[in-house]
């Protein structure tokens, strides 16, 4: 098998997830990861292989199934019996591929191109499902509705062992704040100062930049704030975390795995939701959580009692998180192994 997570810049998200569950049931599968250079770490027993070199075009031609959770690149084709498992990176709030603003003929044809690769579509929940079907056009082919493997960790991993890992001392409130990117931007959004937020709380702020942010994006500074834009894996981040903030990103649908309070910090949702991507659905009608446009509103928000959102939260989770029981990756292994693309 050929794994491939966020283009190679790290090992994470539903493809490490599934890469874990393979290794415990099937052992005897060869496993390799395509890494943008040697520095990103993989799972133990995997085989890291560069992307362009000599290895990595072998390794991508041999291989019976391909696990990836974003485009293939650098001319694929695949070769008679090969399978590509599409896991995606979540489910999504900001439309996307064919239903970007705007009609743009050169992206509808790569769209098109790129989902005809895919043998088989992961998806969240059942929303998630219809709005990837139609985005990416993915007609005709099997799309497993299974919850995420990513997510396992949130009902069966240690908190506590999480937060030891990036140094927090026990006790510490930890606020994961979280944006995604912008179209119209290459690094992270300044909407918060991560300093001022931990010296107005007490908290330790983990900064978390988007895998689209991560080369043109600058270390977060300052007392009480941990930059993790380069962990490896996000999971483990919102694990540790007692809160999270973010905007538009697909981790407010991960998180909701947790029960803990989401805050949303918004000040350019108009122009996001109007100019840049556009929404599938109010965030304001359905948000779990509240909608500020301030850190000053932001640091009050933190201040008051989450339980004033409970019965939007628990709708959330019941139509979001539904099969993100802790057992996806076992669901998609066992579909996988049944399926044939590979054997043990």
């Known amino acids: 098998m050929f794994f491939e997570s966020f283009y190679g810049r790290g090992a994470g ?9 393979l290794a415990r049931v099937a052992p005897g599968v060869i496993r390799y990861w395509s890494v943008v250079d040697l520095s990103v770490r993989v799972p133990e027993g995997a085989i890291a292989v560069v992307e362009g070199s000599p290895e990595w075009w072998r390794a991508r031609s041999v291989a019976r199934l391909l696990v990836v959770n974003d485009w293939l690149r650098r001319r694929y084709a695949g070769r008679r019996g090969q399978k590509v498992l599409q896991t995606w990176h979540g489910t999504p709030l900001k439309r996307l591929a064919l239903h970007r603003p705007g009609f743009d003929p ?8 790129e989902s005809l690769r895919w043998d088989v579509l992961l998806a969240q929940n059942p929303y998630a499902a219809r709005i990837l079907r139609k985005a990416y056009a993915f007609l005709g082919r099997p799309l497993w509705v299974e919850g995420y493997p990513r997510n396992d960790v949130l ?5 506590a062992a999480a937060r030891a890992e990036l140094g927090i001392a026990p006790g510490e409130r930890v606020l994961l704040y979280a944006p ?6 290459q690094e992270i959004v300044d909407f918060l100062d991560p300093a001022a937020l931990a010296a107005a709380t007490g908290a330790v702020v983990l900064v978390r930049g988007h895998s689209r942010t991560l080369i043109p994006g600058q270390d977060a500074a300052g007392a009480r704030v941990i930059d993790v834009t380069g962990y490896p894996d996000t999971a483990p981040l919102l694990l540790a975390a007692d809160a999270l903030i973010t905007d538009y990103s697909s981790v407010m649908f991960d998180y909701g795995v947790t029960g803990r309070p989401m805050y949303f910090l918004v000040p350019d949702m108009e122009h996001y939701r109007g100019e840049l991507r556009g929404f599938y659905f109010d965030l304001a009608a ?30 959330w989770t019941a139509r979001f998180n539904a099969r993100d029981d802790g ?15 590979v054997t043990r």
């Not at 995604?180 to 931007?185: I, Y």
């Not at 057992?327 to 693309?341: K, T, W």
Request: hydrophobic share 40%.
């Open 180 to 185: 995604t990117w912008r179209d119209d931007r």
């Open 155 to 159: 009902r069966t991993g240690d908190a």
């Open 327 to 341: 057992r996806a990756a076992e669901r998609v292994v066992a579909r996988i192994l049944d399926s044939g693309f």
């Open 106 to 113: 050169r992206r509808a044809g790569a769209v098109i191109k």
């Open 13 to 21: 998200c539903n493809p490490l997830a599934i890469d874990r569950e």
């Open 286 to 315: 359905h948000a779990p959580g509240p909608l500020v446009r301030t850190q000053e509103e932001l640091v009050g928000a933190l201040a008051a009692d989450p339980a004033a959102h409970a019965e939007r939260y628990a709708e």
